[in-house]
Nanobody
Framework: QVQLVESGGGLVQPGMSLRLSCVASGLIFADYDMNWYRQAPGKERELVATVTGLGGVTHYGDPVKGRFTISKDDEKKMVFLQMNSLKPDDTAMYYC?????????????WGQGTQVTVSS
């Protein structure tokens, strides 16, 4: 019943911006930390950004620090990833992830992904 659906990906030129969205359903949003992961062809999946369910504390992977911003809307059960100054190395499939804590500890859910392609 839990669903995470990403949107907002596309093909853009280096230096441009893109905003990804993820809408969650079937879960108690406040019981999950929300994450954005990405995986490029031939590379391992990497954590891009995190926003905690409690307190909204954010964390970013080194490659995107200063360029990406994660945010969320608890009422709408949505999480966003604002991506600025995009680089070709940002090209990847981006996945929304929910990771439970407290009573939901150990639960994790994934979206289907949205493709981001940065041309060069």
């Amino acid at each position: 019943q839990v669903q995470l659906v990403e949107s907002g990906g596309g093909l853009v030129q280096p230096g441009m911006s893109l905003r990804l969205s993820c809408v969650a359903s079937g879960l108690i949003f406040a019981d999950y930390d929300m994450n954005w992961y990405r995986q490029a062809p031939g590379k391992e999946r990497e954590l891009v950004a995190t926003v905690t369910g409690l307190g909204g504390v954010t964390h970013y992977g080194d490659p995107v620090k200063g360029r990406f911003t994660i945010s969320k809307d608890d009422e709408k059960k949505m999480v966003f990833l604002q991506m600025n100054s995009l680089k070709p190395d940002d090209t990847a499939m981006y996945y929304c992830n929910a990771l439970g804590f407290d009573i939901t500890s150990g639960e994790t859910y994934w979206g289907q992904g949205t493709q981001v392609t940065v041309s060069s």
